[in-house]
């Protein structure tokens, strides 16, 4: 009997290598996984349009976790997805957040379960763009459509260098409101209190019916460490930061460091550890 059903893996510099795909022996071991019944869940910080593109070039149609968690959706069925779960943003928050980054001058751009919205497109939509493959929707009357909506996330698309400095100034502001996180070198995303991967995960087990103690996960970042803690076998990319390294060793005995996403990492854990 399998240890584990369900294997949850992020995608950006964990399952993607540096330009952005997948490898053939990541295609291949993930193939095989899928031969011996297990389900292959993409958990992502991307928008459900961005995780299917993978989803469609691995042959794997299994539920996603997509936004950081803020949505669930279910298998892929005749070209459409069912939402499962989705927790948007309050609508204070949005409010207070545009208002904050129109007078800082900052890129804002607006995530709903179908669509991206931003003001205009400059240096750092093309950055979300060429790191994500995502489409916009440039509205230049952003500011009326989204006040008073509750749109799943919201990130801040800066220059890498003030990043820390905006993540902590977000932070300090709306910390203890709404989940603060920093993912990609340039990002600031804003989800809903309560919206990790890990709460994503705990959900959909519960959806498939499937112990948490039976999911392995696999991440890089501070986004993936909700997912990380609540999973049976916990798997970090070389590639993440000493900082998650340190944070996650001293917590758990058990966690296994993968090689890095430049190195077929993903594979080698399935490939060590779950085919026989």
């Given at each position: 009997?399998?240890?584990?059903?369900?294997?949850?893996?992020?995608?950006?510099?964990?399952?993607?290598?540096?330009?952005?795909?997948?490898?053939?022996?990541?295609?291949?071991?993930?193939?095989?996984?899928?031969?011996?019944?297990?389900?292959?869940?993409l958990?992502?910080?991307?928008?459900?349009?961005?995780?299917?593109?993978?989803?469609?070039?691995?042959d794997?149609?299994?539920?996603?976790?997509?936004?950081?968690?803020?949505?669930v959706?279910?298998?892929?069925?005749?070209?459409?997805?069912?939402?499962?779960?989705?927790?948007p943003?309050?609508?204070?928050?949005?409010?207070?957040?545009?208002?904050?980054?129109?007078?800082?001058?900052?890129?804002?751009?607006?995530?709903?379960?179908?669509?991206?919205?931003?003001?205009?497109q400059?240096?750092?939509?093309?950055?979300?763009?060429?790191?994500?493959?995502?489409?916009?929707?440039?509205?230049?009357?952003?500011?009326?459509?989204?006040?008073?909506?509750?749109?799943?996330?919201?990130?801040i698309?800066?220059?890498?260098d003030?990043?820390?400095?905006?993540?902590?100034?977000?932070?300090?502001?709306?910390?203890?409101?709404?989940?603060?996180?920093k993912?990609?070198?340039?990002?600031?995303?804003?989800?809903?209190?309560?919206?990790?991967?890990?709460?994503?995960?705990?959900?959909?087990?519960?959806?498939?019916?499937?112990?948490?103690?039976?999911?392995?996960?696999?991440?890089?970042?501070?986004?993936?460490?909700?997912?990380?803690t609540?999973?049976?076998?916990?798997i970090?990319?070389?590639?993440?930061?000493?900082?998650?390294?340190?944070?996650?060793?001293e917590?758990?005995?058990?966690?296994?460091?993968?090689?890095?996403?430049?190195?077929?990492g993903?594979?080698?854990?399935?490939?060590?550890?779950?085919?026989?």
């Open positions: 009997m399998l240890k584990y059903k369900l294997l949850a893996i992020d995608l950006d510099k964990t399952l993607l290598n540096n330009e952005h795909r997948v490898s053939k022996r990541n295609y291949l071991a993930l193939k095989k996984c899928k031969e011996m019944g297990l389900y292959v869940i958990a992502s910080g991307r928008e459900v349009e961005t995780i299917d593109r993978f989803s469609d070039e691995l794997i149609y299994d539920p996603i976790i997509a936004c950081v968690g803020a949505i959706c279910g298998e892929k069925q005749h070209g459409k997805r069912e939402l499962l779960y989705h927790k943003l309050p609508v204070g928050i949005v409010d207070e957040v545009m208002e904050f980054t129109k007078a800082m001058g900052w890129c804002l751009t607006v995530h709903y379960p179908d669509k991206i919205l931003a003001l205009k400059d240096k750092y939509t093309d950055i979300y763009h060429n790191q994500t493959g995502a489409t916009f929707t440039f509205v230049s009357d952003l500011y009326e459509i989204i006040s008073g909506s509750q749109p799943t996330k919201l990130i698309v800066v220059d890498a003030i990043r820390e400095d905006v993540y902590q100034q977000f932070l300090k502001k709306w910390g203890d409101k709404a989940n603060i996180t993912t990609n070198p340039e990002y600031v995303e804003v989800n809903a209190k309560g919206v990790d991967k890990g709460v994503a995960l705990i959900e959909l087990c519960r959806i498939l019916d499937i112990p948490i103690s039976q999911t392995m996960a696999f991440g890089d970042n501070y986004s993936d460490l909700p997912m990380l609540v999973s049976g076998g916990k970090l990319m070389d590639n993440a930061s000493d900082d998650i390294k340190s944070e996650l060793k917590k758990f005995s058990d966690l296994i460091i993968a090689p890095s996403n430049e190195d077929d993903v594979a080698y854990i399935i490939e060590s550890l779950l085919i026989d």
